[in-house]
């Protein structure tokens, strides 16, 4: 015994030492007991439907702890206000935490349709636990968002076809000491004789290539689209507050929310964005506006429930923009399509700066690489930074890194508006 502590205080340390181990054995026999054992819980999840029947909810069931021993979890699927076999694959079994696993999943099928309905929901239940674990949360909620668009019974817009002549396909030739660019026009408006004939001395750099041609000097084109009448906009926020189009916008927020920002295959976002948007109705600016040449911002889209192919691939744009995608990988590309038989426009996405762009076109559901689209020829491109020629579809040439098309202007700040207007 060290002779610095005296015998009392020896005493007082043995009989800690003995409480200690006490409580220690206390401890350890409520563990043993299932006091202290480690518990699995399950958690809800969402998932937007589609179409396809391929669509998977995937629920997260987790062990508090890691054990020595397996754990096995029975579960059952029930009906709330989703019907199985007809809303999702009803399904019963077991999940297994093996010794040192703390996190399984179960996958639910859900079976996609085109009826607009509301939102529904199902349930998972734990019931039977075996191994060193007891059930904490037993149950959790699986909800289907439905991703389908309702027709507006009371259009602001008439319901006959887009004539085959709506758009006007002015082919012009810019050309340099090296280079001679034919490009295809989509503008309704006739040019003025002056913008017609233009030559862009570049000393062997690629030709400026302006969208319109009078603002080949940065200026304004002579001819711009008029604005809609007076009374359209008061009229379009009547409407929006009819309830069909509230769901329409809706489920376009509902769609931006579920796959923002979320660690998922982009391919997907961009496929649910497509299909989305695939299900509005083509029209015509004169048509649909009255207007030779009209962007509509996504909202003036979703609230009339139709647009043409610049309105499908702006509105593409801006999704996916908000679900995260960078808006430097992505451009609308002006294309001449077999499948149009007119000038076209549809959205590319570049996986990397110089790769195969995936496309993006209210003429296709099915997301294709450009290489693999015979239909389509490329002529320029543009996005917020800049506009490109395209030369070919492996070759492009980047001619402004500026935007200047009034159209697209214009078109912003229409959605700066909306955005402050609904502040």
Known sequence: MDSHISSAQYRKRKKTLR???????????????????????????????????????????????????????DY???????????????????????????????????????????????????????????????????????DDIPEIAEDLSSQS???????????????????????????????????????????????????????VTQTEPSTLPKPPEKGFFSSLISN???????????????LIETYKNQDIDKKEQMERTNLFFNQLRFRSDNKHWNLEDYWATPIEMLTTNGGDCEDFSIAKFFTLRKMGIDENQMRMIYVESTLAEEPHMVLAYYPTQNSDPLILDNLMDD?????????LFPVYSFNNHGIWIEKSKQVSIKISETNYISHWKTLKAKMEKEASNNS
């Open 19 to 73: 409480y200690t181990a006490l409580l220690l054995v206390v401890f350890c026999s409520y563990y043993a007991s299932g006091c202290f054992a480690a518990e699995v819980d399950i958690t809800g999840v969402s998932v937007l439907e589609s179409d396809k029947n391929t669509d998977e909810a995937v629920f997260r069931a987790t062990l508090s702890h890691a054990t020595e021993q397996t754990v096995s979890v």
């Open 161 to 215: 076809q887009p004539p085959a002549d709506s758009t006007h396909d002015n082919k012009e030739e810019i050309q340099d000491s090296s280079t001679v660019v034919t490009v295809a026009m989509h503008d309704a408006q006739p040019l003025p004789d002056e913008s017609k004939q233009v030559t862009v001395v570049t000393n062997n750099e690629p030709p400026v290539l302006p969208v319109y041609f009078s603002e």
């Open 240 to 254: 929006i507050f009819r309830s069909q189009t509230k769901e329409r916008v809706k489920k376009w927020y509902a």
């Open 367 to 375: 997301i294709k690489p450009l290489s693999e689209r015979d239909d």
């Open 76 to 146: 059952i699927i029930e009906d709330g206000s989703a019907t199985s076999h007809q809303d999702y694959s009803a399904t019963h079994g077991t999940i297994t935490f093996l010794p040192g696993e703390t996190s399984q999943t179960i996958t639910v099928t859900i079976i996609g349709d085109r009826k607009v309905e509301p939102d529904e929901t199902f349930r998972i239940t734990l019931t039977h636990i075996s191994g060193d674990a007891i059930i904490g949360t037993d149950f959790a909620t699986g909800t289907i968002i439905d």
